[in-house]
């Protein structure tokens, strides 16, 4: 066989046997890519995402859509082939497993987790709308979970209200960490609730629940390497008690990164007139009760879905908007919010066409 002809066979062969290894070997990768975006004010799986019952609202027009992206699942692997294309592409991102799943986090738990955050933005989003419409909603510190094999299972319970810590009123969730701590492992915490059962009953009859109970617990001692501190084994948060029922309807989306336009969509419908003016706006963000816009991640691949599906302009939180503006997709502004009231004034500028002074993402 002649020296060349030897030398391309042998090249050949290694080249399949390079595509066959990219091919078969696994790579400690995951994908992120564009997910589906929902028009807060539209229908979505046939029936609308904004359900609002017992308070006038107004019809809307125009886009006021939340987006998503779309991940690959915690046992999926990856090979290098597919590592290597994604890496190229412009429409996907790849990372490192552990960044989507830590900690071994399984696909159950991550999606149990989603559901969760998903859940919390939808009522941050509620309250965040009603406090700029200047409608009140009655609030309260609640045990959101127990955790299992701690001090506080079997003595509190999710949905519990917690009224006060050893006789100090509490009045958000983090005041419940700071009275725990106050006290060394092993000494005592007096708990004043409201059991989930009595809350719950109160709510139903439209009245405010009056029967309290005193739970005393046992502190133990965290995990933490560096600072052992006090603990009780729950997580406090926020329940609260609308005025009129607004539902959200949307399915298969999890995480909290949509609370900020599901807030823009609420506001619409209880208010006359159109905020985007008709236009084609999309967004993201976290929300907190009081309005705050947080960061979220994969805002690169937000955009693009976005931007494919007519997004003419993208309202981003200003701590995204460095790493959105890097690679903005043509024909879509990015516009910097830090609260929902710079999204509503910034929609005002739109609708009327005024996008000059618009706080734009450098």
Not at 201 to 218: D, L, S
Not at 341 to 355: E, F, V
Request: aromatic share 4%.
């Amino acid at each position: 066989m002649p020296r060349r002809t030897a030398t391309m066979l042998a090249s050949t062969l290694v080249l399949i046997a390079l595509l066959c290894a990219g091919v078969f070997i696994p790579v400690p990768y995951a994908e992120m890519s564009p997910g589906p975006t929902v028009n807060t004010l539209g229908d979505h799986a046939g029936e609308p995402v904004l359900q609002i019952s017992g308070r006038k609202t107004y019809a809307a027009s125009g886009h006021l859509n939340m987006t998503t992206v779309r991940v690959t699942s915690a046992d999926y692997r990856m090979n290098l082939v597919e590592a290597f294309y994604g890496w190229l592409a412009h429409d996907s991102k790849v990372v490192p497993h552990d960044t989507l799943y830590p900690n071994g986090k399984t696909e159950e738990q991550s999606t149990q987790e989603n559901a969760e955050e998903f859940s919390q933005s939808q009522e941050s989003a509620k309250v965040a709308a009603l406090k700029e419409l200047k409608i009140p909603v009655r609030s309260w510190v609640i045990v959101s979970t127990v955790v299992k094999g701690s001090p506080s299972e079997g003595r509190l319970h999710a949905g519990d209200v917690i009224k006060a810590v050893d006789g100090t009123a509490v009045k958000q969730p983090a005041d419940v960490a700071d009275l725990v701590t106050k006290h060394k492992p092993g000494q005592k915490v007096v708990f004043t609730v409201v059991p989930a059962k009595e809350q719950a009953a109160a709510e139903k009859a439209h009245k405010t629940a009056t029967r309290t109970k005193n739970v005393t617990i046992t502190t133990a001692t965290s995990d933490d390497e560096n600072e052992k501190r006090a603990i009780v084994g729950i997580s406090a948060g926020t329940d609260h008690t609308f005025p009129f029922t607004i539902d959200i309807k949307l399915a298969d989306v999890g995480g909290p990164s949509a609370g900020l336009m599901f807030a823009l969509g609420i506001y619409d419908k209880l208010t006359p007139g159109d905020l985007t003016g008709g236009k084609f706006v999309a967004g993201t963000g976290t929300i907190d009760d009081d309005g705050k816009v947080g960061p979220i991640g994969g805002i690169a691949l937000k955009t693009v879905g976005a931007r494919d599906k007519g997004a003419q302009y993208f309202l981003t939180p200003a701590d995204n908007c460095s790493a959105a503006a890097k690679d903005t997709p043509g024909g879509l502004t990015l516009v910097k919010v830090n609260t929902i009231n710079d999204a509503l004034k910034a929609l005002k500028d739109i609708r009327g066409g005024d996008t000059a002074d618009l706080p734009k993402c450098d």
